[in-house]
């Protein structure tokens, strides 16, 4: 099992940028593939992002292809989340989240965070 826990969410101006950090805890966190997925109000939570345990592989969602980059740091237990050029559309509850299978990581990953607010004024 592995507990995540996110920071880096605040405010941004649009066109502004913010870098999102996930914590996990144990020994394991290499193993495991990594997401990001948000949550506007009012809406159903969407994927955003993911790479794999090696980080050799990485999805985007079209929506963000181009403007957010996902990364990790296996030594750190860390995987982080870019967010360039943002626009209002990307306020959102942002959730880290892990998975052990790569085919799992953008519909049903096994544990989830408690989440981050980012919030884009125009």
């Known amino acids: 099992q592995v507990q995540l826990v996110e920071s880096g969410g605040g405010s941004a101006q649009a066109g502004g940028s913010r870098r999102l950090s996930c914590v996990a805890s144990?020994?394991?966190?290499?193993?495991?593939?990594m997401s990001w997925f948000r949550q506007a109000p009012g809406k159903e939570r969407n994927f955003v992002a993911a790479?794999?345990?090696?980080?050799?592989?990485?999805r985007y969602a079209d929506s963000v292809q181009g403007r957010f980059t996902i990364s990790r740091d296996n030594a750190k237990n860390t995987v982080y989340l870019q967010m360039n050029n943002l626009g209002p559309e990307d306020t959102a509850v942002y959730y880290c989240?892990?998975?052990?299978?790569?085919?799992?990581?953008?519909?049903?990953?096994?544990?989830w965070g408690q989440g981050t607010q980012v919030t884009v004024s125009s």
């Open positions: 790479i794999s345990w090696s980080g050799g592989n990485t």
């Open positions: 144990g020994r394991t966190f290499s193993t495991y593939h």
């Open positions: 989240a892990a998975s052990t299978e790569w085919i799992l990581v953008k519909t049903r990953p096994a544990y």
